[in-house]
């Protein structure tokens, strides 16, 4: 579409009013308004036809045009290039908020990905470019599905996106996550900074840099890119960038435009060829030897998706095993569980690295991934291995390694492993009891067909699943069959037969006249998500803690004196 066709609506109806205006210039004063006021084209028609009124010496006159009529939809796909006042409810998948100067004034334009037809899955759904106008960041956090009256088409270069102007009225129908924060010209720390997506301006010392290479989704080839880390007194983080990045580690930084985006659960700055770096100059600010530090974590820290990082472990036992990969070379991973006195977790090694169990190592340089729900620690070259003659700590025994964290902790940090906790059964879910599990990838079966693998002749398995809560927060408990029967004191079969008598509704009636508002004590390891938590218990037990000493222990707790 040409610059003239983009405003051709507005054009015709300020030719109304004004017969001799040029087109050309007509168009050209709507671009001028969007791209310099950012003022959208439907909201600058009264000043334009204004202004070429008081030109052509005629009365300043109210607009001729018809009203607009509302126009509602459930669909993008029903939307028109000329579509304006238009109504429809959508859900907001991304709210990335930018500050653009206009003449001598900031001011913040934001834009974003929405989808039509948000109470249905994300399989019949289309996905459209926004731009907010009006500053609606409250009403447009990620996740929210709102309802948008006023809003209108815009169409460039043939593809069509949503203005939300500022006349636009935005309602919110579901609750999303914590709204995008009005972003600043002015420089901010980077622990704010990691807090939420958007665009970005940083003070910050470069820690680490090293190139690397991303290869194309298509397969057409790769990209060169820089990853590193950069820090300030508040913490570091990662970076990538997609221009060369010559400078040293230890150089001060200030990076004006960069953005924050989320690598998997892992807050990363990106650097893109509109960010603007300098290097900058402040005595005052923290060295080197101190940001340094900064990338030395613990394994309770670790989250998916981190890289670059410092860790020191304690080994408790190491494998090897030969693969095929899929160009067909042989490949050899190593792996083992590690811990440390806030956890333990998962190394994977991709090169010839062999130590013993209760061996010390110091990692350098290494990348979290998930594992099986739990952060993985990876390292891909030897030389990020150092091993620790001098041990950091005195030998920590794994077969009595659990770490105590409250539910409230561990719903406000990650998955963890080895972990005990503690809560009150306050929901028995009605499918505990005998399921059935797929032979391939042992997903339960839903009416006989696994979800990847279609109908299966399905395997036998005993599972219980609770709700537990602690007075604060509340979490899923799974167990597993060994955990289970050693819970219930009765093995598989036992309930097998229970079930077969009673029925599945009988069993699980008797399951909650037995543990309903019982407290637990659970070992096992926990997964933390968007939608909440879930504890996969390795060991649960009913506490046995007499009703006075319970009573006690709460009022000390909160300080009560009878």
């Not at 009150?424 to 339960?444: K, L, M, Q």
């Not at 079969?493 to 019982?518: C, H, M, P």
């Not at 649960?540 to 006690?552: L, W």
Request: a negative charge; glycine letters at 8%.
């Amino acid at each position: 579409m040409t610059e003239d066709g983009r405003y051709a609506t507005q054009v015709k109806i300020v030719k109304q009013e004004c017969p001799d205006a040029d087109d050309g210039e007509i168009a050209e004063e709507f671009r001028r308004y969007e791209e310099e006021f950012l003022i959208p084209p439907e909201d600058a028609l009264r000043s334009v036809v204004r202004k070429f009124q008081t030109a052509a010496g005629m009365e300043v006159t109210k607009i001729a045009a018809p009203a607009k009529a509302e126009k509602k939809v459930n669909r993008f796909s029903e939307l028109d290039a000329e579509d304006r006042n238009v109504t429809i409810e959508v859900a907001v998948i991304t709210y990335t908020p930018r500050i653009q100067m206009i003449r001598g004034e900031e001011r913040q334009v934001a834009f974003g990905w929405i989808e039509d037809n948000p109470w249905e899955g994300s399989d019949n759904r289309e996905r459209w470019d926004f731009k907010d106008w009006g500053e609606q960041g409250e009403n447009l956090a990620p996740g929210s599905v709102v309802r948008l009256e006023g809003a209108s088409v815009n169409e460039w270069n043939d593809k069509r996106s949503l203005n939300i102007n500022r006349t636009t009225r935005v309602t919110v129908l579901r609750e999303g996550g914590t709204p995008v924060v009005q972003v600043s010209s002015e420089p901010t720390d980077i622990a704010t900074a990691s807090a939420n997506e958007g665009y970005v301006n940083l003070v910050a010392r470069l820690i680490s840099a090293k190139p690397d290479v991303i290869v194309k989704r298509d397969g057409s080839g790769e990209l060169e890119v820089v990853r590193g880390r950069l820090g300030d007194a508040s913490g570091s983080i990662g970076f990538l960038s997609w221009v060369p990045l010559e400078h040293e580690p230890g150089t001060l930084l200030k990076i004006d435009g960069a953005s924050i985006r989320k690598f998997r659960e892992t807050p990363e700055v990106n650097i893109g060829d509109r960010t603007m770096i300098e290097v900058y100059h402040d005595s005052a600010f923290a060295s080197m030897d101190d940001l340094s530090k900064a990338n030395k974590v613990s394994i309770s820290d670790l989250r998916n998706g981190m890289r670059d990082i410092e860790v020191t472990v304690q080994v408790e036992s190491w494998i090897q095993r030969s693969f095929t990969s899929e160009d067909g070379t042989e490949r050899v991973v190593r792996s083992g569980d590690v811990i440390d006195p806030s956890g333990r977790c998962r190394l994977t090694a991709w090169c010839e690295v062999d130590p013993e169990p209760g061996d010390f190592l110091h990692l350098t340089g290494a990348r979290v991934q998930f594992w099986q729900g739990s952060p993985d620690l990876v390292i891909d070259e030897a030389v990020q291995v150092s091993d620790l003659s001098d041990a950091p700590w005195e030998p920590i025994d794994p077969e009595q390694h659990w770490i105590d964290v409250d539910l409230t902790s561990m719903l406000s940090g990650g998955s963890r492993r080895g972990i005990r906790t503690s809560g009150t059964i306050v929901a028995v879910r009605p499918d505990s009891g005998i399921v059935e599990r797929c032979p391939e990838c042992r997903r339960v079966l839903r009416d006989g067909a696994c979800a990847e693998h279609g109908p299966q002749r399905g395997e036998e398995d005993l599972r219980l699943r609770f709700v537990i809560d602690d007075g604060v927060s509340n979490a899923s408990l799974l167990m597993s069959k060994d955990p289970s029967e050693a819970f219930l004191g009765v093995n598989q079969e036992s309930v097998k037969e229970q079930i077969s008598k009673e029925g599945r509704d009988g069993f699980v009636v008797s399951l909650r006249q037995r543990v309903l508002a019982q407290r637990l004590n659970i070992k096992g390891r926990s997964i933390v998500d968007d939608q909440g938590a879930m504890l996969l218990a390795d060991e649960a037990e009913q506490d046995q803690t007499p009703s006075a000493d319970a009573a006690n222990q709460v009022m000390q707790r909160w300080g009560v004196v009878l």
